[in-house]
């Protein structure tokens, strides 16, 4: 039985120039890592295809048994486009991730079935009914427990991919407002994979270089401690997130991170105002702690990748400025400025759609480049407006070669990171919100 899987990534219908598509392949991976655990998982007896539609083509002309396709908020008219073209050609389209897991009465009406949750015994099961025509239209959530394992990922890809993935644990307990993954079916139980397993895996991964794709590596800090020693001696780089106060305070955790082959850590300071972050409700962020945590990063020879989100009501015309002043301050590598996105099944959803404040469900532009509500203390173009001068202003010509500069000192590998990282950010500023200014 042949099975496709798609990995699906919404880009507009824009084609990606032969430039863009070394640096996305090289230091970005797929859009999330389920569609990849699902392949890893599926018994040998089938034939499965991964696509991913950044880099490959779909032969819509393959005589496919089963076509299954994951993909996020933004992709959604893709993905249903996707699958009632397989459709008509008689082909039963399963539809997986965490738009069709919330929405999944809508998502029936594109699929055969849906696949819902990340529970991936679920899988395993629609398989097993398919075989027999007994296709289900719904599978899961099932409830997690301490039984369930995250399944491997190590599924070769189509072409020329630099950068493995993996994920050693999975949830994140935390669940702030505005966060689709913690707000999500399971999404806030928090378990891990045994030490062992993630160190086989990370063996045979071919890449030299992995992402780990877990939500945080900060929140069971003696477990990552465990596992950074077993990685010591594995000649791997890696980059991975964390949260301000594991990393302000957890000075051994840092350094085994380090030694480790850790090359860069992504954190979510999200916010510059504490009032700001108290009321998206992270308790692990306290801004007194920012400048203690980039220190400690830097002090072991790592970068710092600072993820900023603007929109808060908390925010005036004020924050944008506040917020340049402080990152320069804190001489943060690389930063990703955001625009606060109401993602279906979130809180933050749920408040702003009661007060009348959605303007806009288009799913497509749910990207975190587009305002899509009313904020409460700027105009819907002061906040485009705003996050476009974050990024003209951070990644001017002089403030890049700056931090270019500076980071030599962190050593081959992360100065390689914040050169190319560099170019990447600066491609994306202009296509993803200079370029809206123009419509």
């Known amino acids: 039985m042949n099975i496709l899987v ?18 996305l392949n090289t230091f970005s991976i797929l ?16 034939s499965v295809e991964v696509v991913d539609e950044r880099y490959s083509t779909i032969n819509f002309d393959k005589n496919y048994d089963l076509v299954l396709i994951n993909f996020n908020l933004s992709s959604v008219p893709r993905a249903y486009e996707l699958a009632d073209i397989f459709r008509k050609k008689s082909i039963p389209v399963v539809l997986s991730g965490w738009y069709p897991s919330i929405r999944s009465e809508e998502a029936k009406t594109h699929a055969d079935s849906i696949l819902i949750g990340r529970n991936e015994i679920n899988w395993l099961d629609l398989l097993n009914d398919f075989e027999k025509d007994k296709l289900k239209p719904f599978y899961g959530p099932k409830d997690y427990d301490n039984s369930l394992k995250i399944p491997p990922t190590n599924v070769e890809l189509p072409g020329f991919v630099l950068t493995g993935a993996i994920e050693a644990t999975r949830g994140c307990p935390y669940k702030c407002e505005f966060c689709p993954e913690a707000n999500a079916i399971g999404g806030s139980q928090y378990f891990t994979r045994p030490v062992d397993e993630v160190i086989n895996e990370i063996k045979s991964i071919p890449q ?70 108290d009321a998206m409700g992270k308790s692990t962020n306290k801004v007194d702690k920012y400048f203690k945590a980039v220190e400690n990063i830097h002090k072991n020879k790592m970068a710092v990748i600072g993820s900023f989100i603007f929109g808060f009501d908390t925010d005036t015309k004020e924050v944008f400025n506040e917020t340049l002043k402080m990152i320069k301050d804190l001489k943060i590598d690389l930063a990703d400025f955001c625009i606060l996105t109401p993602f279906p099944g979130t809180p933050l959803y749920e408040r702003l759609e009661k007060e009348g404040r959605l303007f ?15 904020p409460k203390n700027l ?18 010509i002089q403030n890049t070669i700056t931090r270019i500069f500076r980071g030599l000192k962190l050593g081959i590998y992360p100065f390689f990171l914040v050169l190319v990282r ?6 994306n500023s202009k296509l993803l919100y200079i370029s809206q200014t123009k419509k």
């Not at 949260?243 to 300071?269: H, M, P, Q, R, Y």
């Not at 906040?383 to 990644?395: A, P, T």
């Not at 560099?422 to 491609?427: E, G, L, P, R, S």
């Open 6 to 23: 798609i990995e699906n990534f919404w880009l507009g219908g824009r084609k990606i120039k032969l430039s863009e598509k070394l640096l």
């Open 31 to 46: 859009p999330t890592l389920f569609a990849r655990q699902l392949a890893a998982i599926t018994p040998k007896k089938y």
């Open 208 to 277: 030299k270089t992995i992402m780990f794709y877990d939500n945080s590596l900060t929140i069971n800090a003696e477990y990552s401690k465990n596992l950074f020693k077993e990685m010591k001696g594995l000649n791997k780089k890696f980059f991975c997130n964390g949260n301000i106060d594991k990393l302000a305070e957890d000075k051994e955790l840092v350094k085994l991170s380090k030694e480790a082959g850790c090359v860069s850590w992504l954190v979510g300071f999200e916010s510059v105002s504490q009032k700001t972050i």
């Open 360 to 374: 806009e469900k288009d799913w497509s532009k749910y990207t975190m480049r587009n305002v899509v509500f009313k």
């Open 379 to 396: 105009t819907p173009d002061e906040l485009l407006e705003g996050v476009k001068k974050m990024y003209i202003e951070f990644y001017s």
């Open 422 to 427: 560099n170019a990447v950010a600066n491609m």
